[in-house]
């Protein structure tokens, strides 16, 4: 039998099936370079995930280009935290946990970030013998052709180009194997699987603040070992 649901996942989905607030998938992930620094950037979230029979331990799914600077980021320190606001209800989310990326299993592609004593829930999919490879090419598959081009680019994310023509030679959309139909297609496609990761946030600690209501209202929900403990904090 599942365990229940948490309460801050339940909002979540409430906030997420509001008309308001169609099509608010975007959250911010901060991760800490090798100086410290803190860098920040915009996610797409892809969906939820858990363990079998563990409703309690819920991961939030998205995606990366490996090449980009914060695969090495999260080698570094697998602790982040994002940042997901929905505007319609005025709802805030501040999640807190471990990021893990699993990569192309492609020759020469870099290996997994590893899991960390302390993710209970990414510990119990490895366990059990979760199919990373399958979700990832699943994620891959749902996205749109124009966005898996983006996998597909000549040069890692933050590379110094000569010119945005140099853009214009890119590929624009990448179809699906039984979509591929050309050499090109396929070289391409190739390209964009082994540069796609799949990314996972295991939460630990979940800030929700609602806005949209009167009096405000904010609750911190803390996992304290394999428990969700509730607390009531000024907005």
Same mark, same amino acid.
């Given at each position: 039998?599942?365990?229940?649901?948490?309460? @801050?996942? +339940?909002?979540?989905?409430?906030?997420?099936?509001? &008309? =308001?607030?169609?099509?608010?998938?975007?959250? *911010?992930?901060?991760?800490? =370079?090798?100086?410290? #620094?803190?860098?920040?950037? !915009? *996610?797409?979230?892809?969906?939820?995930?858990? &363990?079998?029979?563990?409703?309690?331990?819920?991961?939030?799914?998205?995606?990366? =280009?490996?090449?980009? &600077?914060?695969?090495?980021?999260?080698?570094?320190?697998?602790?982040?935290?994002?940042?997901?606001?929905?505007?319609?209800?005025?709802?805030?989310?501040?999640?807190?946990? /471990?990021?893990?990326?699993?990569?192309?299993? #492609?020759?020469?592609?870099?290996?997994?970030? &590893?899991?960390? $004593? +302390?993710?209970?829930?990414?510990?119990?999919?490895?366990? *059990?013998?979760?199919? @990373?490879?399958?979700?990832?090419?699943?994620? /891959?598959?749902?996205?749109?052709?124009?966005?898996?081009? !983006?996998?597909?680019?000549?040069?890692?994310?933050?590379?110094?180009?000569?010119?945005?023509?140099?853009?214009?030679? @890119?590929?624009?959309?990448?179809?699906?194997? $039984?979509?591929?139909?050309? $050499?090109?297609?396929?070289?391409?496609? *190739?390209?964009?699987?082994?540069?796609?990761?799949?990314?996972? /946030?295991?939460?630990?600690?979940?800030?929700?603040?609602?806005?949209?209501?009167?009096?405000?209202?904010?609750?911190?929900?803390?996992?304290?070992? +394999?428990?969700?403990? +509730?607390?009531?904090?000024?907005?």
């Amino acid at each position: 039998m599942a365990s229940a649901v948490p309460r @801050w996942i +339940e909002a979540i989905n409430k906030a997420l099936n509001l &008309p =308001d607030n169609k099509g608010k998938i975007i959250y *911010q992930v901060a991760t800490i =370079d090798a100086t410290n #620094t803190p860098r920040v950037r !915009s *996610q797409v979230h892809r969906g939820f995930l858990s &363990p079998e029979g563990r409703d309690d331990l819920p991961l939030l799914v998205t995606s990366t =280009d490996t090449r980009s &600077p914060k695969v090495s980021q999260v080698l570094g320190n697998q602790r982040v935290e994002l940042c997901w606001w929905m505007e319609g209800s005025q709802d805030q989310f501040r999640i807190t946990g /471990f990021a893990h990326i699993h990569p192309s299993p #492609t020759p020469g592609a870099s290996s997994p970030t &590893p899991i960390p $004593d +302390e993710a209970i829930a990414l510990n119990l999919l490895a366990k *059990q013998g979760f199919d @990373w490879e399958a979700k990832r090419r699943e994620v /891959f598959a749902g996205m749109k052709p124009e966005m898996r081009a !983006s996998w597909c680019t000549p040069y890692p994310p933050g590379t110094p180009i000569s010119s945005y023509e140099e853009q214009k030679g @890119w590929p624009k959309s990448v179809p699906l194997e $039984d979509e591929a139909t050309t $050499d090109e297609d396929k070289r391409n496609l *190739q390209t964009a699987l082994r540069n796609f990761g799949l990314m996972l /946030f295991e939460p630990v600690e979940v800030d929700w603040v609602a806005l949209g209501v009167q009096p405000n209202k904010r609750l911190v929900y803390r996992r304290q070992g +394999e428990l969700w403990v +509730e607390h009531l904090v000024s907005p």
